[in-house]
């Protein structure tokens, strides 16, 4: 089945411990993105990947790292997480841009960061 | 500046009636435009997208329109069902700019029994 996995599906977690968030996906996408959502702000996107080894920031990110080593995968880092980054996190996919290109997003992540 | 919105943050209709919900954009460069279904605890599901040398697309039960001369986008669900209950977003990508789309902060749908 095609989709984007996300895990953990849930994390708690306290200040300041680094922690990571994996995605993958089995569709062969150039294009793979990571958002937030927080409720009144919609979705807004922390970084992208057009390709592998190829990371650009998007309107959110700072606290945040990713890479992309390989195709398929694109995992979030938070070094040092703080509250405010509390969040319901997506990533998501698309065979090559999104600006022609349908994205899928994987079920989210919740992160709590106390 | 770019933004995408929407006219009513939540809609509710009759089970059986036909729901209409409206966004707004205002880059005029856009030119394909997609509806997203968020269901409570899941991620953002296509519904259907529309370019804009097209002003109308029809998928099974919903139909998007778009009206370039006044920016304005729409998502017609017919004969709505419970299933149907969830946050609708408008995003809109620009052709040029392949790297990004602009999502609309969702318009909630509520069945009425």
């Given at each position: 089945?095609?989709?984007?996995?996300q895990n953990p599906r849930y994390l708690i977690t306290v200040t300041g411990k680094k922690l990571?968030?994996?995605?993958?996906?089995?569709?062969?996408?150039?294009?793979?993105?990571?958002?937030?959502?927080?409720?009144?702000?919609?979705?807004?996107?922390?970084?992208?990947?057009?390709?592998?080894?190829?990371?650009?920031?998007?309107?959110?990110?700072?606290?945040?790292?990713?890479?992309?080593?390989?195709?398929?995968?694109?995992?979030?880092?938070?070094?040092?997480?703080?509250?405010?980054?509390?969040?319901?996190?997506?990533?998501?996919?698309?065979?090559?841009?999104?600006?022609?290109?349908?994205?899928?997003?994987?079920?989210?992540?919740?992160?709590?960061?106390? | 500046?770019?933004?995408?919105?929407?006219?009513?943050?939540?809609?509710?209709?009759?089970?059986?009636?036909?729901?209409?919900?409206?966004?707004?954009?205002?880059?005029?460069?856009?030119?394909?435009?997609?509806?997203?279904?968020?269901?409570?605890?899941?991620?953002?599901?296509?519904?259907?997208?529309?370019?804009?040398?097209?002003?109308k697309r029809q998928g099974q039960r919903v139909t998007v329109l778009l009206n370039k001369t006044?920016?304005?986008?729409?998502?017609?669900?017919?004969?709505?069902?419970?299933?149907?209950?969830?946050?609708?977003?408008?995003?809109?990508?620009?052709?040029?700019?392949?790297?990004?789309?602009?999502?609309?902060?969702?318009?909630?749908?509520?069945?009425?029994?």
């Amino acid at each position: 089945e095609a989709q984007v996995t996300q895990n953990p599906r849930y994390l708690i977690t306290v200040t300041g411990k680094k922690l990571t968030v994996t995605c993958s996906q089995n569709m062969n996408h150039e294009y793979m993105s990571w958002y937030r959502q927080d409720p009144g702000l919609g979705l807004r996107q922390i970084y992208y990947s057009m390709n592998v080894e190829v990371t650009d920031k998007g309107d959110v990110p700072e606290g945040y790292k990713v890479s992309r080593k390989e195709k398929r995968n694109f995992p979030l880092i938070l070094e040092s997480p703080s509250p405010n980054q509390t969040s319901l996190y997506f990533c998501a996919s698309s065979l090559n841009g999104v600006g022609t290109d349908t994205q899928y997003f994987g079920p989210g992540t919740r992160l709590t960061v106390l | 500046g770019e933004s995408v919105g929407l006219h009513l943050p939540t809609l509710s209709v009759q089970e059986g009636d036909n729901s209409i919900i409206n966004c707004a954009y205002s880059n005029s460069a856009s030119d394909y435009f997609i509806w997203y279904k968020q269901e409570s605890g899941k991620g953002p599901q296509f519904i259907i997208d529309i370019r804009s040398n097209m002003d109308k697309r029809q998928g099974q039960r919903v139909t998007v329109l778009l009206n370039k001369t006044v920016k304005h986008l729409s998502l017609q669900i017919a004969a709505t069902q419970p299933g149907d209950s969830a946050v609708y977003f408008c995003a809109e990508g620009a052709g040029n700019r392949d790297d990004k789309i602009i999502f609309g902060k969702g318009t909630r749908l509520h069945i009425l029994p």
